[in-house]
C-alpha cells in the first residue's frame, strides 16, 4: 500500500533524563530529541531520530539529521508523487550514510501507511511475542557503592539481565562487585569501543564473571581486532556500533568478529533493515537483541515491536519509561514481570499526547510538499 506524502513535521524537544546517564564517550543529562511527523493523504504517522546531540556514539548529531532531512531526504521524497515505506530506502539511497535520520523518515511514513491499512508493526515486521522482556544499561557510576545502588534498585523492579558500561579503569572492579552481590543475574558489559587490540589482556580477565556478552570493545571499523579478540576470550563477543547494514553483520559474522548481535534501527537505516539485519542472523544461528538509544515512547514503541521477532532471543535495552523520562511524549512504557508489552493498535500504537509536546517543544519545522 502506498501513501500519498504531503510533509514532515520535525519536532525538537528537550527531555531531562532522571538521572545522569554516562558512558566512555561523554554523559548525557538531557535528551534532545527530534520527531519527525509524517503528514500522509489518509493518516499520519511518527518517527524518532536517535541521533545524540553530539557526534560522540557515531558520526550523526541531531541538528545533522535535521539539516539532511530538510535538505536531501525530503526534496527526494517529495518528488516521488506515491510513495511506499518499502520504497523509502532505495529513494534515498543516492544519499549516503545519515542512517539515523533516514531511518527516523522511514519509520514515520512506514507509521502512517501501516495506521492506513489497520496493520500492527509487530504483525508487518513478524513479531511473534505481545511482550518483550526487558534489560537495564547502567552507566558508569561516580563509585561502587553507588553503582550496587542503582543495580539493587534495577533488579527490585524487576528488570531480567543488567548491561553495565565499562571503560578502562571502570572495568574489572565494577564487574567483579556487581558479580558479587548477584550470583545468578544475567550480567553483560558494553564498552563503546573504548579498548584497543593492546587491551586483550585486561579484557580476558572478565571471562571469570559468567558475563552473557561484551559489547563493541574495539573500534567500529576493527572488525579484524575483534575477531582476534573473539578467539582469546570466553566471554561472546557483540557488536553493536560496527553494525550499519545487513551485509555490515554478514561481514563480521563471516569473520568470527562477533556471536552475538545489537540491533539498533537507526544504526542500520530503518526498521525494514533491522528485519534483514535480524532475518541474516537467524540463518547464520547468530541470536541478536534489541538495542536502545534513550528513546521516547515513540521510539521505543518500534523497538518493542521489533523485539518481538523470533531471534531476539536475550533481553534488550528495552526499558520502561520512567528509567529514562519523568514524563514520556506517549503513554509511558512500564514494566510488568520484567516485560514490556507490544502497544496493541495500528502502526506503532502509540501517539505523543499534544499537550506534553507542547511543553516540552523547542521548536518545529514544517515541510510541505
Ligand atoms: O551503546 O547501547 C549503547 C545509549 C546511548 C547510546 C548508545 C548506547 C546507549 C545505551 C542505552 O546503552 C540503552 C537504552 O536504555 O536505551
Ligand atoms: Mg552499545
Known sequence: MSVTLLGLELHRLRMPLVAPFRTSFGVETARDVLLVRALTAAADGWGECVAGAEPLYSVEYVDSAQEVIRRFLFPRLAATAQLTAAEVSTVLASVRGHLMAKAAVELAILDAELRTAGVRLVHHLGGVRERVPAGVSVGIADSIPELLDAVAGYLAAGYLRIKLKIQPGWDVEPVAAVRRAHADVPLQVDANAAYARSDADQLARLDEFGLLLIEQPLPEDDLVGHAELARRLRTP????????????????????????????????????????????????????????????????????????????????????????FSRDVTAPFVLREGHLDVPAGPGIGVEPDGSVLRELSSSMELLRV
Open 237 to 324: 563477543i557483540c557488536l553493536d556500533e560496527s553494525i550499519n547494514s545487513a551485509r555490515a553483520a554478514e561481514t563480521a559474522i563471516a569473520l568470527g568478529a562477533c556471536s552475538i548481535v545489537n540491533i539498533k534501527a537507526g544504526r542500520v537505516g530503518g526498521y525494514l533493515e533491522a528485519r534483514r539485519v535480524h532475518d541474516l542472523c537467524a540463518a547464520a544461528g547468530v541470536p541478536v537483541w534489541c538495542g536502545g538509544m534513550l528513546e521516547t515512547g515513540i521510539g521505543r514503541a518500534a523497538n518493542v515491536a521489533l523485539a518481538a521477532l523470533p531471534n531476539f532471543s536475550m533481553p534488550g535495552d528495552t526499558s520502561a519509561s520512567e528509567r529514562y
